[in-house]
């Protein structure tokens, strides 16, 4: 069964810094790549950015420059640093596999707003 909790979410002023943190079953996480998605109210889910099992890492236009994903092997977790967040960042953030996602998790809320 897929395993996957979000979580390190909240309000935040623009300009300001998150850190999520997605921990995943080790049935989905071993040796596939990952991703974060999200999805605005109204829209559909995107996928953001994207880091494989060796470490290569790929965003989408949007985030580029502000956003970096991480994974630790180790402990089958993997991260989404958040730096100069916008207004148009707010969204439900989700991990899971890419580009195929499978069973999804919550979701942990991201806000931007002053």
Do not use: H
Not at 7 to 12: A, I, P
Not at 28 to 54: C, D, H
């Amino acid at each position: 069964q897929v395993q996957l909790v979000e979580s390190g979410g909240g309000l935040v002023q623009p300009g300001g810094s998150l850190r999520l943190s997605c921990a995943a079953s080790g049935s989905i996480f071993s040796g596939n790549a990952m991703g974060w998605y999200r999805q605005a109210p109204g829209k559909q889910r995107e996928l953001v950015a994207v880091i494989t099992s060796g470490g290569g890492t790929s965003y989408t236009d949007s985030v580029k420059g502000r956003f970096t994903i991480s994974r630790d092997n180790a402990k089958n977790t993997m991260y989404l640093q958040m730096n100069s967040l916008k207004p148009e960042d707010t969204a439900v953030y989700y991990c899971n596999e890419a580009p195929r996602p499978k069973g999804w998790g919550q979701g942990t809320q991201v806000t931007v707003s002053s």
